[in-house]
Structures are given as structure tokens and as C-alpha cells.
């Protein structure tokens, strides 16, 4: 029972450990992409996105081995639905990514906090009431873009990105990356979503990427600008991932998988 007990401490602390480096990176590139004037990436975002799904692949070269870095709490109920993951774990992975999230907030804060400051006091915006530099931290809708149209968005982006990675990872894909190099192939998925759907609401998908710097903000004085939020936005990106992703699994397992030639093969007796 020890033993079972410490794993699970192990997989909580990498998980914990692999949020944290996404934000780390991924609010540290939206910090430069917005507080700076001029931007250094203004003009090429597709660095702003490069350097999130780099931080991924990053996360899961340091916590892989541990965890399986789901990083993700969609990623954790599609595993737990399709995959085999123990359900008792669902929860307790869900808290310590969640608590990845809030601690890499904190750190980015560290790093970024005059210079937050200075940026409030130059646009003459206030915390509480104004959200000032709260892009940096955590995701809101764009232009023309309501909370149920975002809903929507984070639903079918994050069922894309499940998509992708059941396909990456999946043992009977031959076409999918071998080895090691799955990390990259899902940090550049992450990079493709956000170079191509990054302007609607900040591509959260990933409850744990929005709600745990959500909550650093909250407590670190933006106030209801972080929660509740406008329009009562928080809760989008935490249902929307959640259910893209049950959906982007259920797509892979039931309308590709069953059709490996892999998995046909391997289902056949040997000749004698």
C-alpha cells in the first residue's frame, strides 16, 4: 500500500511539475507578446504559439517518465474513458494540475511583476476593475467572439487536439511518430491550434492552463476581472476542453482505431 502510495505522490508532483513549466513558458511568451511596445513577436506570432507547444514538449520530456504528462485534465478524462486510466486518479491528477497552473502563475509573476506594473500605470488600467495585463495570465473571448461561441471553440479545438494525440500515441498507428518524438509532434500540435485558432478566446484547451493562473489572479489583486470574470466567463474554458475532449477520444476510438491494420493483425492467430 506504501509502495501504490508513493507512486501516486510521484505521478501528483509531475503532473503538478509539468503544468507549471507551461505556464512558466506559455505566460512568459504572452507577457512578452503584450507588454512589450514594440512587441518582439507582434508581427510573427507564430513564435508566441511555437514557444507554448515547445513548453509542452518540454513538460513531457521532464515528467513523461513519471506521469505519462497528461498535463491536461481533458487529456486525463479521455484517458480514463478510453484508455484504461484509473478513475480514482481522475481527481487528484485534476488538483495538481491545477495547482501547476497556479504555481507557474506565480513564478511568471516573479519574473514579470513591474514590469506588469509599469505597463498598468502607463495605459492608466486598473487591476480590479480593468484586468490589466490579465492576458498574460489567463484566456478571455476576442473580437466578435461571445461566451457561448467560445464554449463552442474550446469544444472543437480541444477535441483536435485529443484527436491528434490517441493518433500519436496509439500502438497500432504505424504512421504515427516512434519513440521519443511523440513530444514534439503534440508540442507542435499545440502550436498549430494556436497559430491558426489562437485569436478567438487564447486557445485555453486546457482547464488546468486557464483556471490555475485564473486563481493566482484572483487572489494576487485582479479580483472579479479574474473570477467571475465578464460575463461570468470562467467556466468556458473548463467545460468546453473537458467535453471536446471526451469527444475528440470517442471520434479516434470508435471511427479510426478499430481499423488498424495493426490491431487486424494482431487480432489474427498465428498460422500454425
Not at 15 to 33: H, P, R, T
Amino acid at each position: 500500500m506504501d509502495k501504490v502510495k508513493n507512486t501516486l505522490l510521484g505521478e501528483l508532483i509531475a503532473e503538478c511539475l509539468a503544468v507549471l513549466i507551461i505556464i512558466l513558458v506559455g505566460d512568459s511568451v504572452a507577457a512578452m507578446y503584450s507588454l512589450y511596445d514594440p512587441s518582439p513577436y507582434q508581427l510573427s506570432y507564430w513564435g508566441v504559439a511555437i514557444t507554448w507547444g515547445l513548453g509542452v514538449t518540454l513538460a513531457i520530456y521532464v515528467t513523461g517518465a513519471v506521469s505519462g504528462t497528461h498535463a491536461n485534465p481533458a487529456v486525463t478524462l479521455a484517458l480514463a474513458c478510453y484508455r484504461g486510466f484509473s478513475w480514482r486518479k481522475v481527481l487528484p491528477y485534476w488538483a495538481a494540475q491545477v495547482v501547476g497552473g497556479f504555481l507557474g502563475a506565480c513564478l511568471v509573476y516573479a519574473l514579470y511583476g513591474s514590469v506588469i506594473v509599469h505597463y498598468a500605470q502607463a495605459h492608466h488600467l486598473d487591476f480590479a476593475n480593468d484586468g490589466a495585463a490579465a492576458g498574460v495570465f489567463f484566456t478571455h473571448p476576442g473580437e466578435f467572439v461571445t461566451p457561448f461561441h467560445a464554449l463552442l471553440n474550446e469544444t472543437i479545438l480541444t477535441a483536435f487536439l485529443i484527436l491528434g494525440i490517441f493518433a500519436i500515441t496509439c500502438q497500432y498507428n504505424t504512421a504515427a511518430p516512434q519513440a521519443n518524438s511523440g513530444a514534439l509532434i503534440i508540442g507542435l500540435l499545440v502550436a498549430i491550434i494556436g497559430a491558426s485558432s489562437g485569436y478567438l478566446e487564447g486557445w485555453a484547451i486546457n482547464p488546468a492552463r486557464d483556471f490555475g493562473p485564473r486563481l493566482f489572479c484572483f487572489v494576487a489583486g485582479w479580483g472579479q476581472t479574474a473570477l467571475p470574470s465578464p460575463q461570468n466567463y470562467w467556466w468556458v474554458p473548463v467545460v468546453g476542453p473537458l467535453a471536446g475532449g471526451v469527444i475528440g477520444a470517442t471520434i479516434y476510438q470508435t471511427l479510426l482505431r478499430p481499423f488498424m491494420p495493426a490491431l487486424g493483425r494482431q487480432s489474427t492467430p498465428a498460422a500454425d
